[in-house]
């Protein structure tokens, strides 16, 4: 055994420290309902209504009360806290108008040059209105959909938060995705207004944001863009568009909150799946809010003096529920910061935590092994010492990247919170609490309210063995369902049982710590973004040289997995290094950057079952292990040869 493995053993624990656990959210709530130990917590939580019913008392404030906690009536469409009068901006910025919480700071903005703007919860206040007053002029109104395009800018959660206030559904789309894709999910959520920017700062350069969004619009039913004079770069401006600033000047300040129902919808957000079409995952408003600021007070503990920093970008959800929603709730300050994670230098943001004096600190194992190979002295630069909680979530975290993150960051004295959730859960699900002692590598429990299994085949709960995550109750936060696609929101989530099938493999241990693999499906991690195997397949072959693509994912030390890509040309098309390299640009032109394959391979062939359909199984294995298994059901065997030759 390597001394790293002692250190890392699967009971290697980290005890938090003994003032955190006295000081924290999670024990002052046990002591109010007179709870003395954790076990007797999570036992009793296991009652859901009583547990749901008691947290959102102290969370949020209902326009109307509601009917029932849980409405399982009409399962797997579950409702929460029926039919009260909701809206989640009401938490997030109206109700602060009466408190104190007024003239505090909701976030430090500071620009990749360095800038930093002081945005108080008042001011935001007053934007939000604006552009809601503004929106409500260009005809928009509760429940249609507005598409938002915008890159990390206090823009992009007042757009958000002016959506919401009048009720209308937002569906925002990551900066770094392609025309193309912003295109299907202007499409597919039936969008009739976009938000947009000119452009923003990327590495010291302006990315020209608008020449997408213009291309995205063609052949959509998109009638007004709006678009904030972010970057100053030229843009054309054609009737449709329309600067915000002239739209939003003239408006009032004060702007009524719509009353919704709390399960009405607040927005939708496309993730990726085993089909070539994104899900539009739909969050209601108000389940999701307290989901989210339930999650953000126990896990991350945030008192009113934090300082809060989730590093993640808002056009994913780990930014929708705790850059702009859960924070907002519970009234904090958080760093929301425009540029690059290690721009002009690599301790870019380990400086930004010194200077602003961040509390807590959440981010994706991606950026930890992307900084782990700067080298210490990078991360020694600064001083931490503000720091007492840390944050992980996308992937799984290996042991040396946590121990790293620990150690230098951390000065071994702030747990570190692995959380696990998905775009569909809305908020955190499996993850430690700052008084439970952490494993590095596991996201430790189903937090109290949650409930979670791994099973076999036979869909029998396991222990210590590896299996499929599925949750056994539902809770607040959960998708409402996928956008109009009821149906496959049934199919593709629900077991018979009534459990949701999350599609990742895990393994209980023997004390009931969870160890989340991986995906268990067709879908890739590359640096804690999904992206289904199938999505790149289809970019690929809509090249007119491209006949056959299989897509898989290949172990990568920093990503967590890097995108191979095996392309079988049309015939007569000669193979090139020029094509290789055009073919991979074409992938990020239809999807993003993020999806450009990081290997290229062409083939003759690629192995395939007698009805036709590509293995990508096999595919995998020959890329990955090197021993392809069983080939009986292979139409071709001479197709894997192709494949080891093509990999050398
Ligand atoms: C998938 C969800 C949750 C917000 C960011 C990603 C993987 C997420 C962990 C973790 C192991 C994790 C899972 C999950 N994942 N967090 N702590 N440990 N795996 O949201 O794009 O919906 O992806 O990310 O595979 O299913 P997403």
């Not at 992937?395 to 993150?405: F, G, L, R, S, T």
Request: negative net charge; proline residues 5%.
């Amino acid at each position: 055994m390597t001394n790293v493995e002692v250190l890392l053993g699967e009971n290697r624990k980290f005890y938090p420290p003994k003032s955190l656990v006295e000081n924290s959210n999670i024990k002052q709530w046990m002591d109010t309902h007179k709870i003395t130990d954790l076990e007797t917590l999570y036992k009793r939580s296991r009652d859901i209504e009583w547990f749901w019913g008691e947290v959102e008392k102290d969370l949020v404030e209902w326009y109307s009360p509601y009917g029932k906690i849980l409405d399982d009536s009409n399962k797997p469409f579950y409702r929460w806290f029926t039919n009260a009068g909701y809206n989640i901006v009401h938490d997030a910025l109206d109700r602060h108008m009466k408190t104190s919480i007024k003239d505090k700071i909701a976030y430090i903005f500071e620009m990749e040059d360095g800038r930093v703007t002081n945005i108080t919860y008042s001011d935001l206040y007053k934007d939000v209105n604006k552009l809601a007053n503004a929106l409500k002029e260009l005809g928009v109104g509760k429940g249609d959909r507005v598409a938002i395009y915008l890159p990390m800018i206090p823009a992009l959660p007042t757009s958000m938060l002016a959506c919401a206030k009048i009720g209308a559904v937002h569906s925002v789309v990551f900066s770094g995705f392609s025309a193309h894709a912003l295109k299907d999910r202007i499409i597919d959520s039936g969008a009739r207004t976009l938000i947009t920017a000119d452009g923003f700062w990327r590495k010291g350069k302006i990315i020209n944001l608008k020449e997408q969004a213009d291309e995205a619009v063609k052949g959509t039913g998109i009638e007004n863009v709006i678009v904030y004079d972010w970057s100053h770069c030229d843009v054309p401006m054609r009737k449709r568009d329309t600067w915000c600033h002239d739209i939003t000047t003239p408006q009032s300040t004060e702007c009524e909150t719509e009353i919704m129902d709390s399960s009405d919808p607040l927005f939708i957000l496309y993730t990726s799946g085993t089909t070539g079409k994104p899900k539009g995952v739909e969050h209601v408003h108000g389940g999701y809010a307290v989901g989210v600021s339930q999650t953000l007070k126990w896990v991350f503990d945030l008192k009113p003096e934090d300082i809060w920093w989730c590093g993640a970008d808002i056009g994913w959800i780990t930014g929708h529920s705790y850059i702009v929603y859960a924070p907002l709730i519970l009234g904090v300050t958080s760093v929301l910061y425009e540029g690059a994670p290690a721009y002009p230098e690599p301790n870019r943001i380990w400086e930004m935590i010194a200077r602003h004096r961040v509390t807590v600190f959440y981010t994706s194992p991606t950026a930890i092994r992307m900084h782990m190979r700067f080298g210490d002295e990078w991360a020694k630069k600064d001083d931490m010492s503000s720091l007492r909680l840390l944050g992980s979530v996308g992937e799984p975290i290996n042991p040396e990247a946590w121990m790293w993150y620990y150690i230098n960051i951390g000065n071994s004295r702030c747990p570190i919170m692995d959380t696990w959730w998905q775009t569909e859960t809305g908020c955190i699900i499996i993850s430690p609490l700052p008084i439970l002692p952490t494993k590095p590598g596991s996201a430790a429990l189903p937090l109290p309210g949650f409930n979670a299994q791994v099973q076999d085949r036979d869909k029998n709960p396991v222990i210590d063995k590896g299996g499929d995550l599925v949750l056994t109750t539902p809770y607040p936060s959960m998708l409402c369902t996928l956008h109009n696609e009821p149906e496959r929101y049934i199919e593709h989530y629900w077991d018979k049982s009534g459990m949701f099938i999350c599609g990742d493999i895990a393994r209980v241990d023997s004390e009931g710590y969870f160890w989340v693999q991986g995906r268990g499906d067709d879908v890739l991690n590359v640096s804690g973004h999904r992206i289904g195997n199938s999505e790149v397949e289809s970019a690929l072959v809509s090249h007119s040289y491209v006949s056959e693509a299989a897509v898989v994912g290949r172990p990568d030390d920093i990503k967590g997995e890097s995108i191979a890509a095996f392309v079988v040309l049309k015939i007569g098309v000669e193979q090139s290094e020029g094509l290789k390299q055009e073919l991979r640009e074409h992938v990020a032109r239809e999807i993003g950057k993020i999806a450009r394959p990081e290997y290229l391979y062409f083939v003759n062939d690629l192995p395939k079952t007698r009805s036709g359909k590509i293995m990508r199984r096999v595919v995998r294995s020959a890329i990955i292990t090197h021993d392809v298994g069983d080939l009986s059901t292979l139409a071709n065997p001479e197709a894997v040869e192709e494949i080891e030759k093509a990999l050398g």
